[in-house]
Structures are given as C-alpha cells and as structure tokens.
C-alpha cells in the first residue's frame, strides 16, 4: 500500500493521487485509490456526485463496515476507488477515543489486498489520524513536493513523523521518493528548489518531474483524469512517465 | 480579530497572512500576527529562526503561559508576530481532552487586545482544533481562494463549520470575505472561477484580485514580506490596494 502524502497544502497530492493511478490502470495494473481526504478532491476528481452516496470511507473506519462494498469502479477499466464525503471530517476527533485508533485502515485493508496490484491512499494536508492511519498501513511513501520555498521546509517534519511511525506503527514503512511537482524551468526559484531537494532529500526522487500544465487543474472540473481529459497534454505524458519510473521503483512482488 | 482560514490546501492563506498584516502596518496601523499552524511558514516568512525559540504559541495554548512574552517584533514597524515551531502539531491531540478546548485563544487575547488595532491568525489546512480555536476568538474571517476548480468544492463545507461556529461557540462571527488569489486573467478557468465565486459566494468577495506573481512566493525564503522584498512587485501594489479596501471593510471603531 502506497500512501501519497506532505502535511503542506496545495502541492499536488490529489493531482498525483489521480493521475499517477489512471496511469498504472492505463498500463494494464489493477489499482485500488482511497480517498481518505474530507475534501473529497479525488472523488469529484472522478465525477462521482458526493451527495449521491450513502455510505463511504468514515462507515468503513468508524462504523466498522468492510470495504467491499464501499467501493466504487471510475471510467479508467482497473482503477477502482474508495470515494469519501465531508463526514470523513469528523473521523479525527472520533478516532480520537478509540482503541488501536492508527491502525484501523491496516485491518480494513487485509481482505481486500490480494485484489489489487497497487492500492493508493490520497491524504489531507496534516498529520493527523487520518494520514497516521495512512501510514501505519503503507508499505510506501510518495511525498509530492511543490517547488516552491514552503514546501522544502515541511519536508523535515515529515521525515521525523514517518521515523516515529517506523518505530512504534509500522516497522515496514519506507519512502519510495519524492515527485517535484508544478515544475517551470524558466522560474529560478523553481529550478533551485529542484536542486536543493535532489541534493538534500535522504531517500529517492523520482526523475520525472510534473511540469506545470494547466490542462491538469481543469480536468476535475470535468471529473476525469487527464488521461482521458487531455490525451496529449504535457501533464498526461509526464504522468505516464512518472507511472512507468514508480513500478520500476515499486516492483510487483 | 480575523481569522486567516479555508481548510483548502495551498489557497494563499500564509501569503496573504504576511503580506495583507505588513501592508496594514505599513499604512500605520498596530497589528499581531498569530501563527496557528504548525508549519510555523508565517514565522519562517518573517525570517525567524524557530530553532532559537524557546517558547511559541504552543507554550500559551497548552500551558496557560501569557502570550505577551511570546511576542516578538517583526522588521516591519508596527507589526508583531507570536511565532510557532513543530511542537504545536502536538496541540491537536492534547486539546482535545481538555476542558473548554475551543475557547483557549480566545481566553489568551483578552489582556492584550487593546494594544493593536488589528489582530489576524494565520490557520492551517483543516478544520481542525487550531482553527476551532481561531474560528471562536475571531469577529470576522478572510478566505482566500485560489482560481481553481478544487478551491469553490470546499467553501460549502467552510460555511457549514462557521455556521456552526456562530451557533455553539462564537455568536458574533462573521465572513468579512473572500480574496482570489493566484489570478492569472489569461487562463480561462481562472477567469471562470472568480466569476463563479462573485456569483454564489454568500458574502463579499473583495474587489482587489492578488495574482500570480513570482516575487511572492520568492520573498518567504528571503525571510521577508513582499514590500520590503520588492517594493514595486505587482504582488506588493496588489496587496497593498487590498489592505485599502480591507480597512473599508473593517473599520475601527
Ligand atoms: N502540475 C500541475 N500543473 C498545474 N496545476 C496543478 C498541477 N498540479 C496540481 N495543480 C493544481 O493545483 C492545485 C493544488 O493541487 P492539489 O489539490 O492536487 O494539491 P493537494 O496537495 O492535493 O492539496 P490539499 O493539500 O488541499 O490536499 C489544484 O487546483 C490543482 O488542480
Ligand atoms: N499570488 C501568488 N503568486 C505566486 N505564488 C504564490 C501566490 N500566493 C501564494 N503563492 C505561493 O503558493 C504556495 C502556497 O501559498 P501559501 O503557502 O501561502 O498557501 P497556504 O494556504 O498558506 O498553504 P497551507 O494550506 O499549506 O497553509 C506558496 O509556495 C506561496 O509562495
Ligand atoms: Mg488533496
Ligand atoms: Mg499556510
């Protein structure tokens, strides 16, 4: 399991979420993606009306339902999702009080793993409950990284929450690399920023970088991944890129 | 007090935090600046080093210490800032089994409102305790929105919580308004979505735009706001113009 997370905001977590999943569904793997953002960007993301569903994610997590039927097929054939509503929001303080609150998702999880090929969990923009039930229950770790200055320094307290996750959560855990995301190579800031990360990050960072691209910002408002959005867009071919680089990094076992 | 907030990640919220405080000072007025996230980017944005700090934000929420020797003056005159480090991500989980969890900022600022004519809080991406916190300390709330589709999804689920708020916390809160920010007028969903929003936001949605400009998000890694960076930047003069009809919007009294 493949958790894509950074507690800074508005770096392309989602955007990777969709995108890097339609990708590996395109190349013939079977993909699982939740949504365990109360947002629910990657379930609008997916044209899925929110207000349409009864049950999602929080029933699974606080209620105790099994995933199965929680699951939902999108447009791309294999690529499957666990859509989300704003009741996910009160999942934090919830979980709060609840015995081995970190690891509901790990169990959730067991009976549906041998499904899929690769499942994927979309977190929020903090590390909270939510993103530590994430990553108790990863084997993976995708940070999007924006570049831009803010998002370098959130980058150290992510490492020291991931090591306290290994120590105490999850011995398994491991960062599979960071993404550089709405790259311009024409804005210094941006091309510094790339360097200092390549330069400092401890763990890998994936060669294919995400250019900015705006084609990636409306195909939500379409409710589909640009794959399907923009064919030929910079963004999709990047995302292919990117998609073909992870499974060499995260080989099927 | 003015609360800084939408639960959207990466809107613009810390930019405008620093930029739209030190314009107000920068025209004369006496402003704090409180830090409420644990990224702690408002404090960076200022050039402070939050290794040196001994005490935060945390220290006064969780503790009960006063916030007055917290304080620390900005470089701009008339601007001060109560800074946060990584310790404040612990606030979350600890409040949350405290008596009157909401109403500890609100407590806190009583001894020293008189002392600035405004007084903002900079929330992190949730909505969360700290922003809980900020939410029912606060008079009036800007939200800064980013000209992207995800941005107008998570405003409804805003609302409610403020809605809320004003209900079982806070009577007198209220939107003084929305700011687009990130505004390039040449790209087609921008212009689409700061229309949208004008036309379904429920309260004011300010007239002055901030755009994209480069020299914005260069400046927090020089450590300082926009107007001492680059003083005739369009980011400056934009910010600048919106402190102007902010001061219409919220007068003294
Ligand atoms: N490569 C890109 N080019 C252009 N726009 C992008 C790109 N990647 C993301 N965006 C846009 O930037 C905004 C932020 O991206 P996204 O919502 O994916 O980030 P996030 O990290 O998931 O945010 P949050 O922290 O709120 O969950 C969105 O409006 C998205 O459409
Ligand atoms: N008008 C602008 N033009 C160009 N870049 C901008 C502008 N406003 C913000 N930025 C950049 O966009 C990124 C996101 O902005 P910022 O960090 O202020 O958002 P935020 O809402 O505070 O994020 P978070 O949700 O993580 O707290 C930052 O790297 C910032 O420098
Ligand atoms: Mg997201
Ligand atoms: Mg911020």
């Not at 395109?26 to 997916?46: A, E, W």
Request: some cysteine; hydrophobic content about 45%.
């Amino acid at each position: 399991m493949v958790a894509i997370t950074n507690q800074k905001g508005g770096v392309g977590k989602t955007t990777t979420a969709i995108n890097l999943t339609a990708s590996l569904a395109h190349l013939g793997y079977r993909v699982l993606l939740i949504d365990s953002d109360p947002q629910g960007n990657c379930t609008s993301g997916f044209g899925i009306d929110k207000s349409s569903l009864e049950h999602c994610y929080y029933n699974a997590l606080i209620d105790g339902e099994s995933l199965e039927p929680l699951i939902v097929r999108t447009m791309i054939a294999g690529l499957d999702i666990l859509p989300s509503t704003m009741q996910l929001a009160g999942a934090e303080l919830e979980l709060a009080g609840i015995e081995q609150r970190e690891f509901h998702l790990k169990n959730l999880l067991e009976p549906i793993k041998p499904w899929y090929d690769y499942i994927f969990v979309d977190c929020p923009p903090s590390l909270s409950l939510l993103t530590l039930n994430a990553l108790t229950a990863a084997s993976d770790v995708v940070v999007p990284v924006q570049a831009e200055f803010y998002a370098l320094e959130g980058l150290s307290q992510l490492q020291v929450i991931i090591e306290r996750v290994r120590e105490s959560l999850n011995a398994h855990i491991q960062i599979t690399g960071a993404i550089v995301t709405m790259f311009d190579s024409r804005i210094r800031l941006a091309v510094d920023v790339a360097k200092e990360l390549e330069a400092s990050f401890p763990a890998y960072v994936f060669a294919s970088k995400i250019p900015r691209n705006v084609r990636l910002s409306e195909a939500p408002s379409y409710g589909k991944p640009a794959l399907l959005f923009d064919p030929k867009s910079r963004g999709t071919t990047a995302y292919l890129e990117l998609a073909h680089e992870f499974t060499r990094q995260v080989p099927l076992y």
